[in-house]
């Protein structure tokens, strides 16, 4: 059976209505950015287009090369705008900036992502394909650190207050100041999973101004 980080690792636990505050070790991601309202933006789709071929390509190598089998992890991005309100109060899609991501494992190297790749590459052009944003992806290592973590279930415009609460109350509260940019992982298929049923761990990198109030 196929090893799933997501039941092992501490980083891809939340519940709905907690903050939690743990520290996120770091991690190896294919990353490809961009820019733009994800619901329209044609570069959005160019990426997961991207990243799921060699997520799987990689999976496959990690599998048949070194005899470990791991699954594809779920999609993540890291989310910024020049005005942080145009994710809470305004949700001013046409400015966020944005890096799609996918967790791969730390066995995954270099050589083997260039390889990927180069598999990837050649099977769209068999297939006489596109996929614009494919040598745009980065194999890279994310740190995070200090983060406060929750569970969103519902539709993704709907994060907005959660976030506000996160932001205004929970971080100053507890001694904490955010750095780092707002973090999402996708744990639900939107292709399949209705709206009101999305699941998306909502992660915030912080670091303490001093001891961490209780409450």
Known sequence: MAIDPKKTLDAYKARRGEFRILDVPPMQYLMVDGA????TARAY???VSALFPLAYSLKFASRD???VDTVVMPLEGLWHAPDMQAFTSRRD???WLWTLMIMVPDHVTPEMFAASVDAVTAKTAKKKQESPALHSVRLETLDEGLCVQTLHVGPYDDEAPVLDELHTRFVPENGLRMTGLHHEI???DV?????EKLRTILRQPVEREGDILLG
Request: net charge neutral; hydrophobic share 30%; proline share 10%.
């Open 65 to 67: 090369e070194l005899g």
């Open 186 to 188: 996708y744990l639900s």
């Open 36 to 39: 733009g309202d994800p619901n």
């Open 93 to 95: 899609k046409s400015v």
């Open 191 to 195: 292709r399949r999973a209705a709206p």
């Open 45 to 47: 789709g160019d990426a």
